[in-house]
């Protein structure tokens, strides 16, 4: 390979020497007697390897070391010394430098030790660009769908992952809002560092804040050790707040700090933590309608809503069903270590027929439950559906009902509870999933009496 190369050293004659050995192999050389301007040089326009002298004036070849990793952590270093300092060299070998040279130099030698510099350095590149290439299939592969609506998703995520920016994913519950948070860590520049999730509704209101914030030893009882939170576990990385709608209105303010101005103290201390990370939210609630119920905050939904992307329900991308069945298939029946590969023409149209409020989720349940009683090679029917409480969809009109004029709002709320309870038989996930509500709202509701006035 022809690359660019930083020679380094306070002896003229030797820089020239070297540039001569290897212009002639072709290489594109830049020699300096001062470490700065290579340094500068390499900071503002790359380099492929750099040789530098170990022992010269003001900063020395393992300060040089040390500063091109910094800047430029692909380059390779070779150090030139004196016999009397290969020890030193030794020395910056343990410090990232791929090999030294000693003095007076060899011609061929230099040419050897140059040449397999530089083919580690290629040999770097292209397994991240391998790594990346890879990464991105296997991140794209599981956002399944052909469907119009998700190619539209796929694009708009390939346009603003590498975006440091906030995301607000919006979809139903089951739409796969959590695969896309981790698409978009996947495909960001700040993949390799660490990618947290918390899910604002599966944890109580009391716990959350010292889950996000972390606590100092006896903030309070039962705090015995202190405890980093979400937000500096997150630190470099991605944090993901998944049903971000369902956090009380002084967790929120409080969250609005952090976004705004990058700062928190853990409970019981009274230090400001600096931190620098992304973040994902997720919900299904609509948030404009919690802001006109001051259930959200404004300020906070534009913090989080800085680009919205929004996952279209199962049942308006019918013919993904196919494709993402026997992906589901496939992937299950290897982990419970099943011979079922295929699913029969007539189960496939009871899939494509089927309602999916439980969207993506339900379906995997589906797929799974199937997996787990069959008895032949291939799947026939999915007796979980034929069962279900939840009729698949049909031209009938559904249960209608009767709501009188003048009905306070909260009663109406109630009473359209109670009765889509009752028509899942009390499966509060079910009714939780038509609803488009999470199941800690459905419980905080569901015990209030449902009537209507008379």
Same mark, same amino acid.
């Given at each position: 390979m022809k690359a660019d190369i930083l020679i380094i050293d306070d002896e003229e004659h030797l820089r020239v020497a070297v540039e001569k050995i290897l212009n002639k192999q072709g290489h594109r050389v830049s020699t300096f007697a001062s470490p700065a301007e290579a340094l500068e040089k390499l900071a503002g326009e790359g380099a492929d390897l750099l040789i530098t002298d170990l022992m010269m004036p003001g900063l020395n070849g393992i300060d040089?070391?040390?500063? %091109?990793?910094?800047?430029?952590?692909?380059?390779?270093?070779?150090?030139?010394?004196?016999?009397?300092?290969?020890?030193?060299?030794v020395e910056a070998m343990r410090l990232g430098a791929y090999d030294f040279i000693e003095k007076p130099l060899d011609r061929a030698?230099?040419?050897?030790?140059?040449?397999?510099?530089?083919?580690?350095?290629?040999?770097?590149?292209?397994?991240?660009?391998?790594?990346?290439?890879?990464?991105?299939?296997?991140?794209?592969?599981?956002?399944?769908?052909?469907?119009?609506?998700?190619?539209?998703?796929?694009?708009?995520i390939r346009q603003i992952a590498a975006a440091d920016v906030s995301i607000l994913i919006q979809g139903?519950?089951?739409?796969?809002?959590?695969?896309v948070a981790d698409v978009f860590h996947a495909l960001s520049l700040r993949r390799d560092k660490p990618m947290v999730k918390i899910s604002c509704a599966a944890i109580p209101e009391t716990l959350l804040e010292s889950e996000l914030f972390g606590y100092e030893r006896g903030a309070f009882t039962g705090a015995a050790n202190a405890k980093a939170g979400k937000f500096e576990l997150a630190q470099g990385g991605t944090l993901f707040l998944d049903e971000v709608a369902e956090m009380s209105p002084p967790l929120q303010a409080k969250l609005l700090r952090v976004v705004q101005d990058g700062c928190f103290q853990r409970l019981g201390s009274t230090r400001e933590l600096k931190i620098d990370f992304r973040l994902l939210s997720a919900t299904h609630v609509d948030l404009p309608k919690a802001i006109e119920e001051k259930k959200f905050r404004t300020d906070l939904y534009y913090r989080l809503n800085v680009?919205?992307?929004?996952?279209?329900?199962?049942?308006?991308?019918?013919?993904?069903?196919?494709?993402?069945?026997?992906?589901?298939?496939?992937?299950?029946?290897?982990?419970?270590?099943?011979?079922i590969r295929a699913i029969a023409p007539a189960a496939m149209e009871q899939l494509i027929a089927h309602a999916w409020p439980g969207n993506v989720r339900e379906l995997e349940n589906v797929i799974q439950s199937a997996l787990a009683t069959a008895t032949e090679d291939t799947i026939s029917s999915f007796s979980l559906l034929a069962s279900n409480s939840n009729p698949p969809c049909t031209t009938s009109a559904p249960r209608a009902l009767t709501i009188p004029i003048g009905t306070p709002l909260a009663v109406v709320e109630d009473y359209?509870?109670?009765?889509?309870?009752?028509?899942?038989?009390?499966?509060?996930?079910? %009714? %939780?999933?038509?609803?488009?509500?999470?199941?800690?709202?459905?419980?905080?509701?569901?015990?209030?009496?449902?009537?209507?006035?008379?």
């Open positions: 040089v070391l040390k500063r %091109a990793k910094e800047v430029r952590p692909t380059v390779e270093v070779i150090v030139l010394t004196a016999h009397a300092t290969v020890d030193k060299a030698g230099l040419l050897k030790t140059v040449g397999k510099a530089l083919e580690r350095q290629q040999l770097g590149v292209e397994n991240r660009r391998l790594r990346e290439q890879l990464g991105q299939l296997r991140t794209e592969e599981s956002l399944v769908g052909n469907s119009p609506e998700m190619l539209a998703v796929k694009s708009l139903e519950t089951g739409t796969g809002k959590e695969v680009v919205t992307i929004t996952l279209p329900a199962l049942r308006d991308r019918r013919s993904d069903i196919p494709l993402l069945a026997d992906c589901l298939l496939r992937k299950h029946a290897v982990r419970m270590q099943k011979h359209f509870i109670c009765e889509t309870l009752k028509e899942f038989g009390g499966d509060k996930q079910k %009714a %939780a999933q038509v609803l488009g509500v999470s199941e800690r709202t459905l419980y905080r509701q569901a015990h209030r009496p449902g009537q209507l006035p008379a």
